[in-house]
């Protein structure tokens, strides 16, 4: 395959969905319908690009996970992420300092950035272990990366991600296209960067947080996978010393070492408050021996 398809999938494909999301919010389209439109479109070609450009044949086998994955999609993401952004969205503005006469793309870029700040303070906390270590697991018992795996979120974990990604634009008055559009643009970049696509980003990986950078944060030792927390940039994985990405090829196996996350959805859901230890399974590298 040319190289040409692996570098210009990601840009075409989400600078695309933003900038028909911008044209059809000027035009008068009902936000919500246009954006759902948009964005199942995206994450649609990225499915198409899994066929046509896998990074690893393996991953587009199911392992018993789609049903799982589905039902996260439904109800996790569906429902609890879609409560986690009407919260956001209808809480007051804290500081209205939003920049209303900066040009659309422009606005786009400070709320990628902010959102990115929210989401990045959330997930490095995720990491940490405890509770919503557990709750995260879910996220991470995978076994394999593909666009689907991107709303094997907890129902709790998609809520909170949900209000910490959009929280401070909202806080700082940010409009409703800007808003409409950074939620299609993060959907769609997000299926890209668990999708098992094999795309070749380049100079981009510094910034973007795509699948080349994303798949080692799926490593199955955790001392590996903690870092490269960015949604869809980098830029505070850059600031903060996080952003880490080991010379060679991430391993095909993905997940937790000693993953003990069950394998259906309502288990996923109950495991986290009937586990025991105050650490989710790997969260710390193994002791060095003799200790």
Not at 189 to 210: E, K, M, T
């Amino acid at each position: 395959m040319s190289l040409l398809p692996r570098v210009l999938a990601w840009p075409v494909v989400v600078i695309g969905a933003a900038c028909v999301t911008r044209a059809g919010l000027v035009g008068g389209a009902p936000p919500e319908l246009w954006s759902l439109a948009v964005a199942v479109a995206g994450a649609l070609t990225v499915v198409a690009l899994e066929r046509i450009l896998p990074y690893r044949r393996s991953w587009n086998r199911p392992r018993g996970d789609v049903g799982t994955d589905l039902l996260h999609l439904l109800l996790s993401v569906g429902v609890a992420g879609e409560i986690g952004r009407r919260l956001a969205l209808a809480s007051p503005v804290l500081a209205p300092a939003w920049p209303e006469t900066w040009p659309w793309g422009a606005r786009l870029v400070l709320a990628l950035v902010l959102a990115e700040l929210g989401s990045y303070a959330l997930h490095r906390v995720e990491h940490r272990g405890g509770w919503l270590g557990r709750i995260h697991a879910v996220h991470h018992s995978a076994p394999r990366l593909h666009a689907l795996n991107v709303v094997r979120n907890h129902p709790v974990d998609a809520l909170l991600t949900s209000l910490a990604t959009i929280g401070l634009p909202c806080a700082l008055g940010a409009d409703a296209d800007t808003l409409t559009t950074l939620l299609v643009v993060s959907s769609v970049h997000a299926a890209f960067q668990h999708g098992n696509v094999d795309l070749a980003l380049g100079p981009l990986n510094l910034l973007v947080s795509g699948p080349e950078v994303h798949r080692w944060h799926h490593h199955r030792q955790r001392a590996i996978a903690d870092a490269n927390y960015g949604q869809v940039l980098l830029i505070w994985d850059l600031l903060l010393g996080t952003r880490v990405v080991p010379a060679g090829e991430p391993p095909e196996d993905v997940g937790i070492e000693g993953d003990p996350v069950p394998a259906g959805w309502l288990a996923q859901v109950r495991w986290p408050f009937s586990a025991r230890g105050g650490e989710r399974p790997g969260s710390r590298p193994p002791p060095p021996p003799g200790r």
